[in-house]
């Protein structure tokens, strides 16, 4: 069966520096955009990162953007958010996230259209 499976997260001071990955298996890794949510505690979930199948398009939430940035290794099956400059608001579970797309350079910022989602690794930033 598909799954999912973020690691990386942790605790780390504000302005410090975390990489979460997300190691997928039983399906066609090359097949799928990638996507990351986050969730933190009373508030709903939150689009972060995608990246396309071919790694060529990424697109970030605005509160990211020039601190964070996603990667894939499709030869691993693997994608990599590296998360520079963390601030307490960071402060979340952060889901990995799979969606079949035919196009290779497309992408969702909509949870709903992915199609298999991990567990979640906890990130949590200290003032």
């Known amino acids: 069966q598909v799954q999912l499976v973020e690691s990386g997260g942790g605790w780390v001071q504000a302005g410090g520096s975390l990489r979460v990955s997300c190691e997928a298996s039983?399906?066609?890794?090359?097949?799928?955009?990638m996507g990351w949510f986050r969730q933190a505690p009373g508030k709903e979930r939150e689009f972060v990162a995608a990246?396309?199948?071919?790694?060529?398009?990424?697109g970030y939430v605005d509160s990211v953007k020039g601190r964070f940035t996603l990667s894939r290794d499709n030869a691993k099956n693997t994608v990599y958010l590296l998360m520079n400059s963390l601030q307490p608001e960071d402060t979340a579970a952060y889901y990995c996230?799979?969606?079949?797309?035919?196009?290779?350079?497309?992408?969702?910022?909509?949870?709903?259209?992915?199609?298999?989602w991990g567990q979640g690794t906890q990130v949590t930033v200290s003032s």
């Open positions: 039983g399906l066609t890794f090359s097949s799928y955009a």
């Open positions: 990246i396309s199948r071919s790694g060529i398009s990424t």
């Open positions: 996230a799979a969606k079949y797309t035919y196009y290779s350079n497309s992408y969702s910022t909509q949870g709903a259209e992915y199609n298999y």
